[in-house]
Antibody, heavy 121, light 108 residues
Framework: QVQLVESGGGVVQPGRSLRLSCAASGFTLSSYAMHWVRQAPGKGLEWVAVISSDGSKTYYADSVKGRFTISRDNSKNTLYLQMNSLRAEDTAVYYC??????????????WGQGTMVTVSS | EIVLTQSPGTLSLSPGERATLSCRASQSVSSSYLAWYQQKPGQAPRLLIYGASSRATGIPDRFSGSGSGTDFTLTISRLEPEDFAVYFCQQYGRSPYTFGQGTKVEIK
């Protein structure tokens, strides 16, 4: 069935790096724009980044711009989020989500189960 | 950045009652690029409504969305036990794709 599975979360010290992966199955990743969304413990949803279906366009939330990089490998049906210079305020569950089509301006119709990132010394 | 403000913060209702959730945008949301999501504890969000009023696949017709411009509403006509959850609105017309802070629908 159509599914997204995140991995790569864990506990990391402030200032260090972490790379998240999101494996897609049941559909062809290259046909969809993809997003990362995060949720701090007990808080609401915060959009993080988006990448177009072919990887040519990326956009970021101001809170992560210059520190995080979204990328994709359509041949591997996998989405990535490289997170550098991590801060305590980056602690959250990170979800990957599929846009409802190729366009960036689409609702998020499929979500992964999330992977927890904890930034702490 | 478009700021979305949801009200009320918490809605206390009984099963069978009607729920009306509001989402107000700080600027007009282009082409009604407004979505609603439901989230239950420990679960990922689920898309309910897109384009302000179109139900996503498999969503029961007791869920309906309306509105345009800066004012949007999610209505649950008759609450079922599984509808008690947190609901988020989101604009996806342009980056950053902002979410509202959420409305919790709890059992009275």
């Amino acid at each position: 069935q159509v599914q997204l599975v995140e991995s790569g979360g864990g506990v990391v010290q402030p200032g260090r790096s972490l790379r998240l992966s999101c494996a897609a199955s049941g559909f062809t990743l290259s046909s969809y724009a993809m997003h990362w969304v995060r949720q701090a413990p007990g808080k609401g949803l915060e959009w993080v980044a988006v990448i177009s279906s072919d990887g040519s366009k990326t956009y970021y939330a101001d809170s992560v711009k210059g520190r995080f990089t979204i990328s994709r490998d359509n041949s591997k049906n996998t989405l990535y989020l490289q997170m550098n210079s991590l801060r305590a305020e980056d602690t959250a569950v990170y979800y990957c989500a599929r846009a409802f089509g190729q366009l960036l301006s689409n609702a998020f119709d499929i979500w992964g189960q999330g992977t927890m990132v904890t930034v702490s010394s | 950045e478009i700021v979305l403000t949801q009200s009320p913060g918490t809605l206390s209702l009984s099963p069978g009652e009607r729920a009306t959730l509001s989402c107000r945008a700080s600027q007009s949301v282009s082409s009604s690029y407004l979505a609603w999501y439901q989230q239950k504890p420990g679960q990922a969000p689920r898309l309910l409504i897109y384009g302000a009023s179109s139900r996503a696949t498999g969503i029961p017709d007791r869920f309906s969305g309306s509105g345009s411009g800066t004012d949007f509403t999610l209505t649950i006509s008759r609450l079922e036990p599984e509808d008690f959850a947190v609901y988020f609105c989101q604009q996806y017309g342009r980056s950053p794709y902002t979410f509202g802070q959420g409305t919790k629908v709890e059992i009275k």
